[in-house]
């Protein structure tokens, strides 16, 4: 069991980060803290995408001296994938910081609950 944690610790730890980002979703109230969640989440599935893509002993995928073999390089997808993750998940967390402050501006809070309930009082 300790040498399969060990042969899996980036993998382990990116299952914890992401248990940590969802509980810190599910559980706060305050918006801000929401959204340090959800971008908790992201960046542990970056790493969960990053760890697999990445195979011990092998080069950059560069092409070098004519060497065209596959088994020498490792694959640039994965990588390809967390770098495009990233720019989405940073122009999200950008759009929710935004509509969080237009939010407090007109509410004058961060309570999900607290804004859920002026809502239904301005409705009646």
Do not use: Q, W
């Amino acid at each position: 069991m300790k040498a399969l944690l060990a042969d899996h610790m980036h993998e382990s730890a990116a299952i914890i980060l992401f248990c940590i980002g969802f509980t810190t979703l599910l559980l706060n109230k305050n918006l801000i803290k929401k959204i340090i969640g959800f971008s908790m989440m992201d960046n542990a599935i970056y790493l969960f995408l990053a760890s697999y893509g990445y195979i011990g002993g092998r080069l950059s995928p560069i092409y070098i001296n004519g060497d065209t073999n596959p088994e020498m390089y490792v694959n640039p997808l994965p990588a390809g994938l967390v770098l495009t993750g990233i720019v989405v998940s940073v122009s999200v967390s950008a759009i929710m910081l935004a509509l969080t402050v237009r939010l407090y501006r007109h509410y004058h809070t961060l309570d999900i609950d607290e804004i859920a309930e002026i809502v239904r009082e301005e409705g009646r």
